[in-house]
């Protein structure tokens, strides 16, 4: 068995997209366990820059690819990506869904609309995609989920029941149940070969030693239990969501690679700790292409947080980092490493559970001198500039997990690896 899985482990948008690119072409599968078409990764080959928001990165190296049963997936939003692929020439032939996998309908995004306006001044920041809504409804029991989806009669008589539900929680609702099923039934049609029993194939897999890489979306400080809460996703995109979301047991994982940048960012609200305003958060931003991938939001920039990535490597049992951007950190004469916080007086190295206490904390930094040289072109830990080495070296250091891979620009070849993880 050779299982891996490839975590955000930040705030989300540290590069996951362009590492499990690189290791889907080691793998035999990749399969997304988590999440929606909320969150984006950006991959970059041969001159091309792709922007994929629910087919796993896996899409572009022939693999056979699967959407979990811990997504929630909006079909009229899947369809148009596979579309954008297949103008691209990128065959969509090898994509299975889970028949377990949530759907996202219409009055799920006004829903979520609906929410974050009732919230007011103390909005989520939410990407307005339905994810929250969806999620609710499967936790609520009344989600409509891929295998009844495909099933005209039962789709419509789901659909029917549930919708008299919402209408009364939300009046202001648009959208109605007969159109939602007369449009909604022609992608069923398109999509129901795709959709079967993902979990046993990827048992399978395992059982006969293949490769399967496992893939989330965003980062372990939006899990829904232990990131920075309320501002957090819905589900687990840490290793800890992989067992739930892909219906295989958590032995089946050898390596699990945390995705972290160089420094750190995070988009829309919520607590910040190492956060930085002004011209340097500026000139990061430009220089990393800091925006998102799906809302277009500039990201918050900050120092590097190993309390943060600490907090990740426990929830995931990283065994080890990949570290992404480092040559947007090229220029600068001071780089800060926040080694812990100050809360109240006291030395803490863990996330608080409120958000009272996060937007309390203050980061202890540590400085180190920065390099001046252009790094974009090493292919070697060894051609890194002395400071960029040390640099390295202290985050191992604070978040007891080696480097195994680091990045020095967007393409593949960029990407420079200092431990195989797939053995």
């Known amino acids: 068995m050779a299982g891996v899985v490839v975590v955000g482990s930040q705030w989300g948008d540290e590069g996951k997209g362009k590492i499990t690119d690189y290791l889907a072409q080691k793998a035999d599968i990749v399969a997304r366990y988590q999440g929606g078409n909320n969150a984006g990764h950006t991959i970059e080959f041969n001159g091309q820059k792709f922007a994929l928001r629910l087919i796993p990165s896996g899409i572009f190296s022939g693999n056979d690819v699967i959407l979990g049963n811990g997504m929630v997936i909006n079909p009229k939003a899947l369809l148009e990506e596979m579309k954008y692929l297949n103008d691209a020439n990128i065959s969509t032939d090898k994509i ?23 919230r007011g001044a103390n909005n989520i920041g939410t990407t307005k995609k339905g994810i929250g809504p969806t999620y609710v409804d499967k936790y609520e ?9 495909i099933d005209e009669e039962l789709f419509k008589e789901r659909l029917q029941e549930v919708f008299v539900s919402k209408i009364v929680q939300y009046p202001e609702l648009i959208c109605n149940a007969k159109e939602i099923f007369e449009e909604y039934k022609e992608y069923a049609k398109i999509i129901a070969p795709m959709v079967c029993d993902t979990g046993v194939i990827l048992d399978e897999c395992l059982q006969a030693g293949k490769k399967v890489l496992f893939e989330g979306a965003q980062g372990t400080m939006l899990d829904i239990d232990y990131g920075t809460y309320p501002f957090v996703t819905s589900s687990h995109p840490g290793a800890n969501g992989v067992a739930e979301g892909s219906g295989i047991g958590p032995l089946y994982i050898d390596e699990a690679v945390g995705i972290v940048k160089a420094y750190t960012t995070r988009v829309g609200s919520g607590a910040f700790p190492t956060e930085i305003e002004g ?13 998102g ?25 990283l065994t080890g980092i990949s570290l992404m951007l480092l040559d947007v950190l090229s220029g ?25 206490q996060l937007n309390k904390v ?16 090493v292919t070697s ?17 604070l978040i007891n997990c080696p480097i195994v891979i680091f990045s020095v620009g967007p393409d593949r070849e960029q990407t420079i690896v200092l431990r195989e993880v797939f053995k």
Not at 342 to 355: C, F, H, M
Request: aromatic share 8%.
């Open 96 to 118: 299975m869904i889970s028949d377990r996998a949530h759907v996202i309908l219409p009055y799920h995004l006004e829903i979520d609309e609906i929410q974050e306006t009732r």
């Open 141 to 149: 029991r009344i989600g409509i989920r891929m295998g009844e989806f």
């Open 279 to 291: 011209e340097l958060a500026n000139q990061i931003r430009e220089r990393g292409h800091e925006f």
């Open 293 to 317: 991938t799906v809302t277009k939001r500039p990201r918050r920039i900050g120092w590097f947080d190993a309390v943060v990535v600490n907090q990740s490597r426990r929830m995931s049992s």
């Open 332 to 356: 600068l004469k001071t780089l800060k490493i926040c080694t812990a916080y100050n809360l109240d007086g006291k030395i803490i190295k863990a996330l608080p559970s409120t958000i009272k």
């Open 362 to 377: 203050k980061p202890v930094y540590e400085e180190m001198p920065g390099w001046d040289e252009d790094i974009t072109k």
């Open 381 to 397: 830990f060894e051609e890194l500039p002395e400071n960029c080495q040390k640099y390295l070296r202290r985050i191992e250091e």
